[in-house]
């Protein structure tokens, strides 16, 4: 089977989480790639542009969800790209005391194997 390519969304103080997942994608039994747009600075219309074009290539995207998505400008605009998009979307929770919802994002626990049964669906 091909990797998937899976962009991820999330908000810049997650990145310890997002750095899992990286890590997670350069195992080679992993059937996913990753995609990484985080940014420190604002977000202008040229990172909206390329975000937009990598969120169309991948085959999902995974929001990480936490406290910290309901302040988060950026990965609110990749998920509501990615909606508008088509994309499937589907959120992990970060921290396993943190279950915030994010409205219109179907959210679950992170197990790997629960990540690798959505991946197989895309």
Partial sequence: MAKKVVF???????????DMLKGQSLN?????EYVDMSVKDAYDEEWKKKV???????DGVLAI???NSLTSSG???EITCAKAEGVPLKGIWGYKDDRTALAGVSTMTWTWANLEDWIDTL
Avoid: H, M
């Fill in 8 to 18: 991820v969304a999330f908000a810049i103080e997650d990145v310890a989480i997002r």
């Fill in 28 to 32: 080679t039994k992993t059937p996913f």
């Fill in 52 to 58: 937009r074009t990598r969120i169309l290539r991948s």
């Fill in 65 to 67: 969800v936490s406290a």
């Fill in 75 to 77: 990965q609110k605009w």
